[in-house]
T-cell receptor, first 109, second 113 residues
Framework: RKEVEQDPGPFNVPEGATVAFNCTYSNSASQSFFWYRQDCRKEPKLLMS???SGNEDGRFTAQLNRASQYISLLIRDSKLSDSATYLCVVSGSARQLTFGSGTQLTVLP | DGGITQSPKYLFRKEGQNVTLSCEQN?????MYWYRQDPGQGLRLIYY???????QKGDIAEGYSVSREKKESFPLTVTSAQKNPTAFYLC????????????FGQGTRLTVV
C-alpha cells in the first residue's frame, strides 16, 4: 500500500462547479499535511496547509480526519485557472515529505 | 530575493555518462530534498538531508548520489548505474521544524540521448 494515495482522476468539471479531492495516508504518526498545486511542466507550489480543525482560504477548503487518516480539498466556484494537478503531501515523524501521485483537474469553459 | 535555484533547466546526457544537477538555496533551510517525477506520475524521493554532512536514501536512491558539504548546496549526481534517468528532477528545501512547507526549485529536465 502506498503511503499517500489520492483519487486517480482526471477530473473534468465545468466552470463554476464544486469539486472535491480526497487523499488517504497510511502512517498514523504523520504530523503535518499540505495540498500543493503543480502546473504543467512546473514545480509544485504550496496551495494550503491542512489543520486539524479544518481551514478555508477563499474558494478552497481543506479538512483533516485523523481517525480515518484522510485529507480532503474542496474547490468551490471553479475557475479555468484552477486547472492543474493537486498533490497531497504528508510529513511524518522523520520529517520527510511524502507526496501523493496527484489528481489532475481540468476546468472546462 | 530568497529562493532555491536549480541548474541547468534542461540537460542532455549520453548513455554511460555521469551528470551532476545543481541545487542551491539561500533560505537558511536545514532540510533539502531531491525528487524525481516521470510523466503523469507523482514525486518520488531520491535522497534527503536534514543537516550538513549527513543524508539519507529515499525510495529510489539506486543509481544516484548526493553530497551536503554546505548548508546551501545539495547537488545530485545521476550515475551511469541509473538505467532510466530521463525524468524531471526537483530539488526542495524546508526548515527542519515540523508543520512547515517545502519550497521547490524550477526543476531540471534530464534527457538521455
Amino acid at each position: 500500500r502506498k503511503e499517500v494515495e489520492q483519487d486517480p482522476g482526471p477530473f473534468n468539471v465545468p466552470e463554476g462547479a464544486t469539486v472535491a479531492f480526497n487523499c488517504t495516508y497510511s502512517n498514523s504518526a504523520s504530523q503535518s499535511f499540505f495540498w500543493y498545486r503543480q502546473d504543467c511542466r512546473k514545480e509544485p507550489k504550496l496551495l494550503m496547509s491542512v489543520y486539524s480543525s479544518g481551514n478555508e482560504d477563499g474558494r478552497f477548503t481543506a479538512q483533516l480526519n485523523r481517525a480515518s487518516q484522510y485529507i480532503s480539498l474542496l474547490i468551490r466556484d471553479s475557475k479555468l485557472s484552477d486547472s492543474a494537478t493537486y498533490l497531497c503531501v504528508v510529513s511524518g515523524s522523520a520529517r520527510q515529505l511524502t507526496f501523493g501521485s496527484g489528481t489532475q483537474l481540468t476546468v472546462l469553459p | 530575493d530568497g529562493g532555491i535555484t536549480q541548474s541547468p533547466k534542461y540537460l542532455f546526457r549520453k548513455e554511460g555518462q555521469n551528470v551532476t544537477l545543481s541545487c542551491e538555496q539561500n533560505l537558511n533551510h536545514d532540510a533539502m530534498y531531491w525528487y524525481r517525477q516521470d510523466p503523469g506520475q507523482g514525486l518520488r524521493l531520491i535522497y534527503y538531508s536534514q543537516i550538513v554532512n549527513d543524508f539519507q536514501k529515499g525510495d529510489i536512491a539506486e543509481g544516484y548520489s548526493v553530497s551536503r558539504e554546505k548548508k546551501e548546496s545539495f547537488p545530485l549526481t545521476v550515475t551511469s548505474a541509473q538505467k532510466n534517468p530521463t525524468a524531471f528532477y526537483l530539488c526542495a528545501s524546508s526548515p527542519i521544524s515540523m508543520g512547515t512547507e517545502a519550497f521547490f526549485g524550477q526543476g531540471t529536465r534530464l534527457t538521455v540521448v
